[in-house]
T-cell receptor
Framework: DAGVTQSPTHLIKTRGQQVTLRCSPK?????VSWYQQALGQGPQFIFQ???????QRGNFPDRFSGHQYPNYSSELNVNALLLGDSALYLC??????????????FGEGSWLTVV | GQQLNQSPQSMFIQEGEDVSMNCTSS?????WLWYKQDPGEGPVLLIA?????ELTSNGRLTAQFGITRKDSFLNISASIPSDVGIYFC???????????????FGKGTKLSVKP
């Protein structure tokens, strides 16, 4: 049973460029969330996709956008990259709704360095 | 962005010692989660708590959901070298609209081996 998979694992971009990160959720999961983790910090919620729509959004600018496909995989796009966007980007998958047994699983992340 | 107050920031452990860390918030959560993150990897769920006052164990790990729903603690008994890593608490907001609530993380507690 494949867990949450993310690609690429590492990438380097230049300021002003655009980047796309990809995520395949755990088998059977249809809800995908994205988090940004700066060095020495806890993950910060960016947004969540369910049924191909953005359902919740954290405090991130419009430069951060996403998409979810019918097969539940998801992309995170960041435009006009800034040095401060350098971070580990984590994808998490789950079933919709909270409560006992509905575990949120994280991928290993994509390390983005902006130079 | 919003983060929980997690303490201590770091601690050194000697094999066999018990370890304790806690997390507090000004907001109420209906789920508390504890994750461990090893270098270069995504967070791995250790324990999930769903009810105020709940005390849950996972092997040598024990965690409690505070009665006020604004705090949680994690204890590790008889620590071993593989316990080294960064531990994060996360509070989950009430889900709405059929979607999974997003997680608010602490800054982490870094466990290192005593020299």
């Amino acid at each position: 049973d494949a867990g949450v998979t993310q690609s690429p694992t590492h990438l380097i971009k230049t300021r002003g460029q655009q980047v796309t990160l990809r995520c395949s959720p755990k088998s059977g999961h249809d809800t995908v969330s994205w988090y940004q983790q700066a060095l020495g910090q806890g993950p910060q919620f960016i947004f969540q996709y369910y049924e191909e729509e953005e359902r919740q959004r954290g405090n991130f600018p419009d430069r951060f956008s996403g998409h979810q496909y019918p097969n539940y995989s998801s992309e995170l796009n960041v435009n006009a990259l800034l040095l401060g966007d350098s971070a580990l980007y984590l994808c998490a998958s789950s079933l919709p709704g909270g409560g006992s047994g509905n575990t949120i699983y994280f991928g290993e992340g994509s390390w983005l360095t902006v130079v | 962005g919003q983060q929980l107050n997690q303490s201590p920031q770091s601690m050194f452990i000697q094999e066999g010692e018990d370890v304790s860390m806690n997390c507090t918030s000004s907001s109420i959560f209906n789920t508390w989660l504890w994750y461990k993150q090893d270098p270069g990897e995504g967070p791995v769920l250790l324990i999930a708590l769903y009810k105020a006052g709940e005390l849950t164990s996972n092997g040598r790990l024990t965690a409690q959901f505070g009665i006020t729903r604004k705090d949680s603690f994690l204890n590790i008994s008889a620590s071993i070298p593989s316990d080294v890593g960064i531990y994060f608490c996360a509070g989950q907001l009430t889900p709405y609209g059929g979607s999974q609530g997003n997680l608010i993380f602490g800054k982490g507690t870094k466990l290192s081996v005593k020299p």
